[in-house]
Structures are given as structure tokens and as C-alpha cells.
């Protein structure tokens, strides 16, 4: 994809979710769209400055509150009081390397489907965290 195309889709997603294209919001979604490590907001303020030193953590976490409230971006918590974010918000599991933390998507199909009526509640979703060693720290790459 065009660097211009890329820049009129991110617009046209903003735009379709009714959200207003501010240049912090589309700065957030832009990098998050490109990267599919699961960032922190650190991590993206830390990339976002290399180019336009003009974020602050504050701004990139409004930025990041708006676009997961239309459903364009989604909070994984895999850790205690840390805070993911990823711009694929399709049906995915994780899995969180216990040694490096680096975190891969796991794509849905990978499994069967559990079933959730054995349960006492009204389940309406789930996704699975497998914890282990990544590719890289098993010396497998
Ligand atoms: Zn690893
Ligand atoms: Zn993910």
C-alpha cells in the first residue's frame, strides 16, 4: 500500500467510527497500525517523538481511550497493571513469551471452539492466553 493510500484509509476509519481526525489521533492509530507488538503507551510515545516531538503521555493515552471506545482499538492485559494495546481487533488469542514478554497474535481458528453453555453464566466471550518461550528464546528462528 502507497504511503497516501494508507494515510486515506487510516482518515476513513477514523471518519467512519465518527471520531474527529486530530493529529494526536491519527499519529496513535497510524503507529499502532504499523506495529504488531502490542505496545505499551511508552512505547508508542517513545516511537511517535522520533518523528513530531509533540505527544505527551497524556495526549497518546486520550488518543488511545477514544479510539477503543468506537472499537478501533483494543486493551490487552496479559500483565498486572500493564496496559497493551493493538490495532487488531478482530477475534485473536495471545501468546506472552515469559522470558523476553514479547507478544504474538494467535490466530482464532488455531483452536476449536470451547463450549461456553457449561458454564452458570451468560458468556458472550473469551480469548486464551498461552504463555510460554517465544521462537526467539528457544534459539528456534
Ligand atoms: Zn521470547
Ligand atoms: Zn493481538
Not at 494495546?85 to 490466530?107: L, M, T, W
Not at 463450549?115 to 528462528?141: K, Q
Request: aromatic share 8%; charged share 25%; glycine share 4%.
Amino acid at each position: 500500500m502507497s504511503k497516501e493510500n494508507q494515510r486515506d484509509v487510516i482518515v476513513n476509519r477514523l471518519k467512519s467510527k465518527g471520531l474527529r481526525v486530530t493529529p494526536q489521533r491519527f499519529a496513535v492509530y497510524a503507529n499502532l497500525c504499523s506495529r504488531r507488538d502490542h505496545p505499551t503507551v511508552e512505547q508508542i510515545l517513545k516511537d511517535l517523538n522520533q518523528d513530531f516531538p509533540i505527544s505527551s503521555q497524556a495526549t497518546v493515552y486520550t488518543s488511545l481511550q477514544a479510539l477503543r471506545k468506537v472499537g478501533l482499538v483494543k486493551e490487552v492485559l496479559l500483565e498486572e497493571g500493564v496496559s497493551r494495546y493493538d490495532a487488531n481487533v478482530e477475534p485473536h488469542h495471545h501468546f506472552h513469551c515469559r522470558q523476553c514478554g514479547s507478544i504474538k497474535d494467535v490466530p482464532w481458528d488455531t483452536f476449536d471452539s470451547f463450549n461456553l453453555e457449561h458454564l452458570p453464566y451468560l458468556a458472550e466471550s473469551y480469548e486464551v492466553t498461552i504463555r510460554g518461550l517465544c521462537d526467539r528464546c528457544t534459539g528456534n528462528n
